[in-house]
């Protein structure tokens, strides 16, 4: 039930695509929904988050749509890049407890020029 | 803009050994974090360390693992006998607290255990 499970495993789009990552979770519990991106050799990096209380929120190039009744949200990368190339992770949090977070198994992107 | 500090970038040691992994928070948050990552695996939470104890800790982070926050600053992980699986990405988050819920992660450590 703490499983956050995150499709494809791997994507490749063109460059100005759109660049569609979904995940799903169990645990209704679940109140605070972020995504990393995430270099070789790096650190993950927070992108963008959304809470529950929203289905959809947006930062530029980068939206989080949320649909609470299915558990499912995803991100949406619009006109990507080549520098988009890197990995992501969904997560999940629950705000009541001291905030540990539980990671998606990550999608490999691979924008081509 | 400030950011997660983690020393060494690579730690390379025997099986058996005890090791330190350190980390320098951002300076005015008051949740501190450790993860794992294996290579080409996902992220796994180990413990999270509050008002100087552990809040909470995964079936990962077992009797050779222990915290500390010696002095204002400073956060870290030692591994009292590694053993070659915990070879990993070591990565140190914080988070403001409050209702702030970022977490921010260092560069991590590369543990190397041979």
């Known amino acids: 039930q703490q499983q956050v499970k995150q499709s494809p495993q791997s994507l490749i789009v063109q460059k100005g695509g759109i660049s569609i990552i979904n995940c799903a979770y169990e645990?209704?519990?679940?109140?605070?929904f972020p995504w990393y991106q995430q270099f070789p050799g790096k650190g993950p990096a927070l992108l963008i988050a959304i809470r529950p209380d929203v289905s959809e929120k947006k930062e530029g190039r980068f939206t989080i749509s949320f649909n609470k009744s299915a558990k499912q949200f995803s991100l949406h990368i619009m006109d990507s890049q080549p520098g988009d190339s890197a990995t992501y992770f969904c997560?999940?949090?629950?705000?009541?407890?001291?905030?540990?977070?539980?990671f998606g198994k990550g999608t490999m992107l691979l924008v081509s020029p | 803009e400030p950011e997660v500090t983690q020393t060494p970038s690579h730690q390379v040691t025997q099986m058996g050994q005890e090791v330190i992994l350190r980390c320098v928070p951002i300076s005015n948050h008051l949740y501190f974090y450790w993860y794992r990552q294996i290579l080409g695996q996902k992220v796994e939470f180990l413990v999270s360390f509050y008002n100087n104890e552990i809040s909470e800790k995964s079936e990962i982070f077992d009797d050779q693992f222990s915290v500390e926050r010696p002095d204002g600053s400073n956060f870290t992980l030692k591994i009292r006998s590694t053993k070659l699986e915990d070879s990993a990405m070591y990565f140190c988050a914080s988070n403001e607290g409050g209702f702030r819920y970022e977490q921010y992660f260092g560069p991590g450590t590369r543990l190397t255990v041979t």
């Open positions: 997560a999940a949090l629950f705000q009541g407890g001291y905030s540990t977070l539980t």
């Open positions: 645990n209704t519990a679940f109140d605070y």
